[in-house]
């Protein structure tokens, strides 16, 4: 599984950004979809998940302010973030889980960055 993460940006305060991360290869063996993010100096934390049938889990810091999604006709796993503050700022990993693989795969990061 390959994945392409694009979307990052620089953004002020209380603004949105739609990251997006196509997804090719053998992406029917995906359970899993992830978007992660690391901070600078910090360790990579999951965000958001969304598992292939449907359900969604976002950690507290996400909740009510971000969303995942996917659309399965073209392969990618967005992630829709609103009302963004500074401490957001990051860099934004997807990430797919194989259960036929027994293993993760990664996309490039992106970075994020909220700041006026």
């Known amino acids: 599984v390959q994945l392409q993460a694009s979307g990052g940006g620089l953004v002020q305060p209380g603004g949105s950004l739609r990251l997006s991360c196509k997804a090719s290869?053998?992406?029917?063996?995906?359970?899993?979809w992830g978007w992660y993010r690391q901070p600078a100096g910090q360790t990579r934390e999951v965000f958001a998940v969304i598992q292939s049938d449907g359900s969604t889990s976002y950690v507290d810091a996400a909740k009510g302010r971000f969303t995942i999604s996917r659309d399965t006709s073209r392969n990618t796993v967005d992630l829709q973030m609103n009302s963004l503050q500074p401490d957001d700022t990051a860099v934004y990993y997807c990430?797919?889980?194989?259960?036929?693989?027994?293993?993760?795969?990664w996309g490039q990061g992106t970075l994020v960055t909220v700041s006026s």
């Open positions: 990430n797919a889980y194989s259960g036929t693989y027994r293993r993760y795969f």
């Open positions: 290869g053998s992406t029917s063996s995906v359970n899993a």
